[in-house]
T-cell receptor
């Protein structure tokens, strides 16, 4: 049973518009959430994170929102650029555990 | 700094053969991880280590063994490869923060 779900395998967005990627989790014990970006033939790279004591974290064009009651987080990219085209993974972890659980990924394509 | 490196980048094995994947990090990180990535499955944790000389099982440990004899290295072994182990393998390390740093991956095919 998947504890972390990214229900949209793919997403296409026009350059300059907003990209919204979603992630749902099942266990309320998770208290730290991360987004990674992966280009083909490369390893994932860390993008942005948020702890459960916050509901929003911004870093330039990237904003992560956390809704603890819904067990849902989202990544907003504004404005989207062609170089943002990649696979995005959400990951979760909890205090006292060294393990991370990853979602299945969403492939974002930003159209020029 | 090279960050996290993985050796080899590609490998083709026959069923029953053995091999070792090497992960090295130069960031003095305590924690190291081995994941496999399969289509539609995301990244699944195989084994991890919280320090030199320690290892622990992850989500999908069967058919794999690991060793962390030196802090900077984390080895993943396949004793008798099976076609189900065809995958892309990623190593990651983590220091005091929560973000992991990943290597470039090893693409393994088992025939």
């Amino acid at each position: 049973d998947q504890q972390v779900k990214q229900n949209s395998p793919s997403l296409s967005v026009q350059e300059g518009r907003i990209s919204i990627l979603n992630c749902d989790y099942t266990n309320s014990m998770f208290d730290y959430f991360l987004w990674y970006k992966k280009y083909p033939a490369e390893g994932p790279t860390f993008l942005i994170s948020i702890s459960s004591i916050k509901d929003k974290n911004e870093d330039g064009r990237f904003t992560v929102f956390l809704n603890k009651s819904a067990k849902h987080l989202s990544l907003h990219i504004v404005p989207s650029q062609p170089g943002d085209s990649a696979v995005y993974f959400c990951a979760v972890t909890g205090t006292g555990t060294y393990k991370y659980i990853f979602g299945t990924g969403t492939r974002l394509k930003v159209l020029a | 700094n090279a960050g996290v490196t993985q050796t080899p980048k590609f490998r083709v094995l026959k069923t029953g053969q053995s091999m070792t994947l090497l992960c090295a990090q130069d960031m003095n990180h305590e924690y190291m991880y081995w994941y496999r990535q399969d289509p539609g499955m995301g990244l699944r944790l195989i084994h991890y280590s919280v320090g030199e000389g320690t290892t622990a099982k992850g989500e999908v440990p069967d058919g794999y063994n690991v060793s962390r004899l030196k802090k900077q290295n984390f080895l993943l072994g396949l004793e008798s490869a099976a076609p189900s182990q065809t995958s892309v393998y990623f190593c990651a390390s983590r220091g005091g923060g929560n973000e992991q740093f990943f290597g470039p991956g090893t693409r393994l095919t088992v025939l």
